[in-house]
């Protein structure tokens, strides 16, 4: 008899027309988009904060984080709470979508590798892709997304490990 294959969870949303996922276990919760109060000097991506059930939360526009354009909100426009582990510590951190989907498990052997193009770019952040019907899935590589040295995040918001997650998608 063939041993299972190991299964992941996964938190699919959209920037745009590109699909990313996160693992369910980083995410506390998903909240309606509500303007944050703006953090003067930030960097740009760095939206401001939000209160999180009596935490401020470092909102991020994470288009602007990738290099895309700044998100326009919608009504379908979330933002996920995450608790990000970064070396010593977990980030808690919230993260702009354009819409957040579903749950979705990835088998291991269905996870590829970021493409290699033949040069160095910005793929750090990619954990890796999954192949579906229709384009591919990028999986977030949060702890590198917010921890290289230049990022003010890495200062900000340590916060407790969340135990489930309470959503508002519509």
Known sequence: MAAPSSESQFVT??????????????????????????????????????????????????????????????????ILVLDVPVADRVLALGLVADRVFEVVPFRKEQIENAPDIGIRWRSDY??????????????????????DSGSALAHMGAGSMGTGIT????
């Open 13 to 78: 949303f959209s920037l745009g027309d590109e699909i990313f996922a996160v693992p369910v276990e980083v995410v506390r919760e998903i909240l309606d988009h509500e303007d944050p109060f703006r953090i003067p000097h930030g960097p740009d991506y760095l939206l401001g904060l939000r209160d999180v059930r009596g935490q401020g939360v470092p909102v991020i526009d994470l288009r602007l984080r990738l290099g895309m354009a700044r998100t326009v909100k919608t009504p379908h426009t979330r």
């Open 126 to 147: 990619i954990a890796g892709v999954v192949r579906r019907d229709v384009g591919f899935v990028v999986i977030i590589d949060l702890a590198r997304l917010f921890s």
């Open 167 to 170: 959503a508002a998608v519509a």
